[in-house]
């Protein structure tokens, strides 16, 4: 289905002011934003307009009941300049599955990726030219309609906006195995990419941090023993040559990434299992010789390679290498920049300038 997105543009781009060797993390925004309402049941007026700011009444129902979920995915360019999306429908359908459990409406997902492709087809000039960078894209969705009462809202706004993001610079992190805060319960709203999960996240985070760690490793929140995920990534491990990456079991996160590694690696020969895995098992591998590898995926970072868990008061020596990490992710970037073949046909072309 075709819909009729309605184009307001800027006078004058931005972007030139813009160094794209040196981006803020997070804080530059390019010059468009794309906008969608929902009322009476459907979604209405679909439109790229400049990106500023948005009227919100005090008792907008996402400001205090929470009803708000978000995307995170990229934009990069291939070897001939062309804009390209990494599995966007995959975001869509996550959004929906998010959408779902927080009694929110769906969106289909043709106009998800119309807008899409409408924004960044604009907003072709602000990818980084640079190796490694990107245009980081944040469809979201909240309720906006001004109530006081606990219900779901019957009015929300979808919205995608666009931030230059810079190279990241994979470093070895530590992450803090955490015993005492939860991120996600069973039956609660882990699989979501609701926000609240995010601000649940932000205190055990700064404590993490002030101990020396990168990012929390979440563990079950009933007997604070199995591994989940991390702070915005999923997990891999690899033990005596084979990967094993914690289950979907309603708590974790579909990482679209983690997909994507997991058919990486199922096509390199490897053998890779989704099981239930305990921090125990971890600390008796690192301690055996047997703990090969270990890594993050997600799409701020592509993979992270971890050099240490800090469990109470143990360290737990995770690798110093993780070759297969480094292929992987290096396969990876090549796919999602043109260089490789997309063999797992992964990558949507955006034409420039759709509008
Ligand atoms: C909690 C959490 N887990 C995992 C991921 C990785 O997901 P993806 O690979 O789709 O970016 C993210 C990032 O979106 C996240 O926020």
């Not at 043709?110 to 492709?117: A, P």
């Not at 649940?200 to 009933?222: F, H, S």
Request: one cysteine or more; a negative charge.
């Amino acid at each position: 289905m075709s819909y009729n997105i309605s184009i307001t543009k800027v006078e004058t781009s931005k972007v030139d002011a813009l160094d794209f060797n040196n981006i803020p993390l997070g804080t530059t925004f390019t010059d468009h934003m794309f906008i969608c309402d929902y009322e009476n049941g459907e979604w209405v007026n679909p439109r790229v307009i400049p990106m500023g700011l948005i009227p919100t009444h005090p008792a907008a129902m996402a400001l205090h009941y929470g009803q708000a979920i978000f995307e995170g995915m990229k934009a990069y360019k291939d070897t001939e300049g062309a804009p390209m999306l990494f599995r966007p429908k995959e975001n869509a359908k996550r959004l929906n599955k998010s959408a779902d459990r927080m009694g929110m409406p769906n969106i289909p997902e043709d106009l998800f990726v119309e807008g899409l492709k409408e924004l960044v087809g604009l907003e072709h000039n602000w990818i980084p030219p640079t190796d490694g960078s990107a245009l980081y894209l944040r469809p979201f969705m909240y309720a906006d309609e001004p109530f006081i009462g606990m219900r779901a809202a019957t009015h929300y706004k979808f919205i995608i906006m666009a931030s230059p993001a810079g190279p990241f610079f994979s470093k070895r992190i530590k992450l803090w195995a955490e015993k005492q805060f939860i991120r996600a319960a069973q039956g609660g709203t882990g699989e979501a990419k609701a926000a609240g999960n995010y601000a649940a996240a932000i205190r055990p985070t700064e404590l993490a941090k002030a101990k020396g760690y990168d990012q929390v490793l979440w563990l079950d929140a009933a007997e604070h023993k199995y591994i989940q995920e991390v702070g915005t990534m999923n997990i891999f491990f690899k033990i005596n040559g084979e990967f094993i990456t914690p289950e979907l079991d309603g708590s974790v996160l579909h990482g679209i990434t983690r997909a994507s590694v997991i058919e990486m690696l199922r096509a390199m020969n490897f053998t890779v299992t989704e099981r239930k895995i305990t921090i125990d098992e971890i600390k008796t591998a690192s301690e055996n010789g047997t703990l090969e590898e270990a890594f993050g995926t997600g799409t701020a970072v592509g993979i992270a390679y971890i050099q240490e868990i800090g469990l109470e008061d143990e360290t737990i020596h995770v690798s110093d290498e993780s070759p297969i990490g480094l292929e992987v992710n290096d396969t990876l970037n090549a796919i999602k920049t043109g260089k490789l073949d997309d063999q797992f046909n992964w990558m949507t072309k955006v034409e420039k300038e759709l509008a």
